[in-house]
Each structure stands twice: as structure tokens, then as C-alpha cells.
């Protein structure tokens, strides 16, 4: 079990970073504990601005007026004074935490066009490099990634608007994360059973967590 970690539904992670003492937010949508103090967040990283990636609403509950965002264009317009447009191929550093985007896209979908410019991310926490893949099929940059040793990748399993647990298990066999734990399944698309799909065709470590 990932220390730190909790899997908030569909592509919506929480992280405490137990290096920096902050609150890290992967697509946070459909929050069900947003009142405690530490449930707010110090940095959110958004994806794109798909309904179910980027949610205003759930934004405004673990907002603080210190909380960092860092994302796509169409995300920063709406929160132009917490956010931070991180760029494929550049760096932030947030906190004390380092962030790179990595290109996520549909090579042959209509969905998610590599014309959008929209993100995957890279990011070190508890001493990990972390990849959330955001929406995405497999990619060049997402193996590419086999340079970068990925301790944890976030992987959509879903199928349909991204990868489907077989392609995204073959992606993982090629960049080799040292764990790999889906997500983007069980909400909207994809069934629970592609969790253990995944599992059974991933010759890398996984952790099927379920949803808090």
C-alpha cells in the first residue's frame, strides 16, 4: 500500500507529502471530505478542463487563498490568481515540489487532440517521482518516461476516451514504473473488473486501491 496516497475516485488523487508537510491534489472531482483542515489543499495539479478533471466547485472547497494551481490555460482563466500554466517540457517548482508536464493526448481519438495542449504530470512527492497521465492513450512521451524513473504512475484503465487496461498494462511494461495503480475506471467508463485486467497483464508492481 502506497503510503500518502488516496485514491479519490475516477482520476482524483490526494497526496500528503510528508517532505514538504503539504496537501497535493491530482484532478480533484466529486470531493466527499473537504472541511478539515487537512483536507485543504497547498497545490493542485489539473489536467485539462474536462468536467471531470477540473471541477470548480470542488476547487472552491479545499481552496486557500495561498493554494497554487498549476495547469492548463483554460483552467488558469477561471482561477487567475491561484494558477500557475505549466507548459509541456518546462519545469515548476511549487513549494519545494517538482512539477514537469508531459503531454497528454489521443494519437488517433477526437477527444483529447494533441493540439490542446493539455497535461500529464511529473512530480516528486515523499521522495518519488509521481506521473499522473492525465487523459491519454499511450504516447511517445508517456514512454519516454522510461528515463525518468517513475516510482508511481496514476494510469487510466478506462478505455473509450483513453486507454483501455490491456494498452495501458503494455505502456506500463515499457516504461516501467516501480508501481503502477489505475484509475479513470469505474465512473463513466470502465468496470472494476478492468482493475484486475490490468493487474493480471502488468509485469511491473500494482496497488488496485478503491476509492475514499
Not at 19 to 35: A, F, Q, S
Not at 79 to 90: T, Y
Not at 153 to 172: K, Q, V
Request: glycine share 4%; charged share 25%; proline share 7%.
Amino acid at each position: 500500500m502506497p503510503q500518502n496516497i488516496t485514491w479519490l475516485g475516477h482520476a482524483s488523487f490526494k497526496i500528503y507529502d510528508r517532505v514538504t508537510n503539504k496537501v497535493i491534489y491530482c484532478d480533484p472531482w466529486k470531493l466527499k471530505n473537504t472541511n478539515a483542515p487537512e483536507d485543504k489543499a497547498d497545490l493542485i495539479l489539473v489536467s485539462h478542463p474536462h468536467f471531470d478533471h477540473f471541477s470548480p466547485d470542488d476547487i472552491k472547497k479545499i481552496l486557500k487563498p495561498e493554494t497554487v494551481i498549476v495547469s492548463v490555460q483554460e483552467v488558469a482563466d477561471k482561477f487567475p490568481k491561484n494558477s500557475r500554466v505549466l507548459a509541456h517540457g518546462n519545469k515548476l517548482n511549487v513549494f519545494g515540489i517538482e512539477i514537469e508536464s508531459i503531454p497528454a493526448y489521443n494519437p488517433a481519438k477526437q477527444f483529447h487532440p494533441r493540439k490542446n495542449n493539455w497535461n500529464g504530470y511529473v512530480f516528486k512527492a515523499n521522495n518519488q517521482r509521481i506521473y499522473h497521465a492525465g487523459d491519454t492513450d499511450v504516447t511517445p512521451e508517456m514512454l519516454a518516461l522510461a528515463s525518468k524513473n517513475i516510482d508511481i504512475a496514476f494510469l487510466p484503465i478506462g478505455g473509450t476516451y483513453t486507454m483501455d487496461a490491456i494498452e495501458a498494462a503494455n505502456a506500463a511494461n515499457t516504461f516501467k514504473p516501480k508501481l503502477a495503480i489505475p484509475m479513470h475506471y469505474g465512473d463513466i467508463v470502465g468496470k472494476w473488473e478492468d482493475g484486475v485486467t490490468f493487474k493480471n497483464n502488468c509485469k511491473v508492481n500494482v496497488n488496485l486501491l478503491r476509492p475514499e
